[in-house]
């Protein structure tokens, strides 16, 4: 790893030009929030997770096979002192369900974070925000901090804030497709329209989407096939690091305005004859 | 004596006079680690010992996986 430290000094000096995400009352020590699926080996997950930078980190209920041993489940591998850790309701297809799996999770005793994911459809993947409406209202009465994955619609979105969620977090395309943003504009209303935070989940496949992503001042960006499908998740773990920081500067830099004619950048005056 | 239980989706047919604690230290498994679901109940980690199997009960044990 020594390869990478001089760069994590120089990431943490650009961290500092930022204020942190705070959501439902917690603060996080990066915009980048990861998920702990689909890794070859849990060692390659945690190395990838290290390098992301990230603190916040997804994972899901399910049963304990009771006839492998026990190296699947997660907290074998990750410190809970270290990460802080939100269980997701993926694979739940109604909010019956979801509002079962929240439970289970809370029941596990870390926190009342939860983030809810209610499919519609199993080719896409893209949420059910009617249920997930519903499910986000119940969740939110029962006391959970309720992150909410949805589609890149405002209207839902609107609801989703009002029935009291502490983040919603729009996709940029499909879940594990990795085509970037599909949606900027969309994504863009979202966030001036919301005060409660807005996280970008699902959709993004390499650096420069995670960077245009943030591009978009929304306040964080959630993924997770993108570093364990990369070949080298730890380089990409990195990558993304970078990018997500890159693209949060440049967004509170304020770009320069877009034409299409070229303007010079040395001074016209004092050329030779 | 034995009884039949559900658990995790697989009929499963264990010792009588069990209760959660004895039932999850016979599986190997450590309560802080899991969820237990007893009939669609949530159980609290500190009933275990209080808390029979009793014939026919649906248990369901969870807990946290790698995920997006």
């Known amino acids: ?273 | 004596m034995s009884m039949r239980i559900r658990l995790n989706g697989k009929e499963r047919e264990i010792g009588a006079g069990h209760t959660v604690r004895t039932l999850l230290r016979e599986l190997e498994l450590e309560p802080g680690m899991i969820v237990v679901e007893l009939n669609r109940d949530i159980l609290e980690r500190d009933s275990y010992e209080d808390v029979p199997v009793r014939e026919g009960d649906t248990i369901e044990l969870v807990h946290f996986v790698g995920g997006g």
């Open chain 1, 1 to 273: 790893m020594s390869e990478f430290s001089e760069v994590s000094e120089v990431l943490d000096a650009a961290e500092a030009l930022d204020r942190p995400l705070v959501i439902g009352g917690h603060e996080l020590g990066s915009r980048l929030i990861v998920g702990t699926g689909k890794y070859a080996t849990n060692q390659i997950m945690v190395d990838a997770i290290r390098a992301s930078g990230a603190d916040m980190v997804t994972v899901a209920v399910r049963r304990v096979d009771l006839d492998r041993t026990k190296e699947e489940a997660i907290l074998h591998h990750l410190d809970p002192s270290e990460f802080f850790l939100l269980a997701n309701t993926a694979g739940c297809y109604t909010a019956e369900d979801a509002i079962r799996y929240a439970r289970l999770a809370r029941a596990a005793g870390f926190n009342e974070f939860v983030k809810l994911e209610v499919i519609g459809d199993e080719s896409t993947l893209l949420p059910d925000v009617h249920a997930t409406l519903a499910a986000a209202r119940t969740l939110t009465a029962e006391g959970f901090k309720v992150m909410a994955y949805t589609n890149d619609d405002l209207i839902t979105a609107l609801r989703l804030e009002d029935a009291g969620c502490v983040a919603v977090m729009p996709l940029a395309s499909p879940i594990g497709s990795g085509l970037g943003v599909v949606n900027p504009y969309f994504i863009r209303e979202i966030k001036r329209r919301l005060q409660v935070p807005v996280i970008v989940d699902a959709g993004v496949g390499t650096a420069s989407d995670a960077c245009v992503t943030m591009e978009q001042g929304v306040d964080g960006v959630l993924m997770n096939t993108a570093l364990a499908a990369a070949d080298d998740p730890v380089r990409m773990a990195h990558a993304m690091r970078h990018a997500v920081i890159a693209g949060r500067l440049a967004f509170l830099a304020g770009r320069m305005p877009a034409r299409e004619i070229a303007v010079p950048s040395s001074p016209k005056a004092g050329m030779l004859d």
